[in-house]
Structures are given as C-alpha cells and as structure tokens.
C-alpha cells in the first residue's frame, strides 16, 4: 500500500492551496480518508476525514470553513482544499487510510506527508 501526497509549497497568508493524495496498492472504496498535519515542534493531529462514499466529512474547529475534503473514488485520490490560510497552519500534511469499518482512531496507511509553509 501506499499513500503518495502532493500540492504543498509556500504560500501567503490568505492563500490557497489544494493537497492530493493518491492511493494504490488497496480497494480505495473500502477505505475511510483522513488529513493530519504536524507543525514544527508539535504532537501530529486531526485534520478532517472522508467517509469511504465521500457522503460524509469531518473537521477540527480549528480548520472547519476554511478546509474542504473530497475525493474521487474512480482515481483513487483524496483531496484537501486549504483555503484562508494562516501562519499557524504551516505543517507537514499527511493522509492516511483505515476500513470503513474500523474505529475513527485506526488509521492503518499512512503516506510520507506534504509540507505546507504560511508566511504572514
């Protein structure tokens, strides 16, 4: 299995950007998404998840409105739209994947992170 993201750089504050993460290796449909991010210095936390359909998504307060995840269940890829951005967002971005069915805390797949970098 393998999780490959892509879409991170330096951007200004109030900037965009959109990160993607392509699956293989895996029946992408049976796989809950989700985006984590670790900043320089700090414990890696949750992001937001995507449910295997797409039909349900989850945020931290610290992101809701501001982030969007989607995905595209025909190419295997999972999507964060990062908008509003601020200098506290600056990390490295992960996804990661666990079973429709397993716990919310489970995330079995992981890829090798994105870095986003916020100048103000």
């Known amino acids: 299995v393998q999780l490959v993201e892509s879409g991170g750089g330096l951007v200004q504050a109030g900037g965009s950007l959109r990160l993607a993460c392509v699956a293989s290796?895996?029946?992408?449909?049976?796989?809950?998404m989700g985006w984590f991010r670790q900043a320089p210095g700090k414990e890696r936390e949750f992001v937001g998840g995507?449910?295997?359909?797409?039909?349900?998504?989850s945020y931290s307060n610290s992101v809701k409105g501001r982030f969007t995840i989607s995905r595209d269940n025909a190419k295997n890829t999972v999507y964060l739209q990062v908008n509003s951005l601020k200098p506290e967002d600056t990390a490295v971005y992960y996804c990661?994947?666990?079973?429709?069915?397993?716990?919310?805390?489970?995330?079995?797949?992981w890829g090798q992170g994105t870095l986003v970098t916020v100048s103000s």
């Open positions: 290796g895996l029946f992408f449909s049976d796989y809950a």
């Open positions: 995507i449910s295997r359909s797409g039909g349900q998504t």
């Open positions: 990661a994947a666990r079973l429709y069915y397993s716990s919310p805390s489970s995330y079995r797949y």
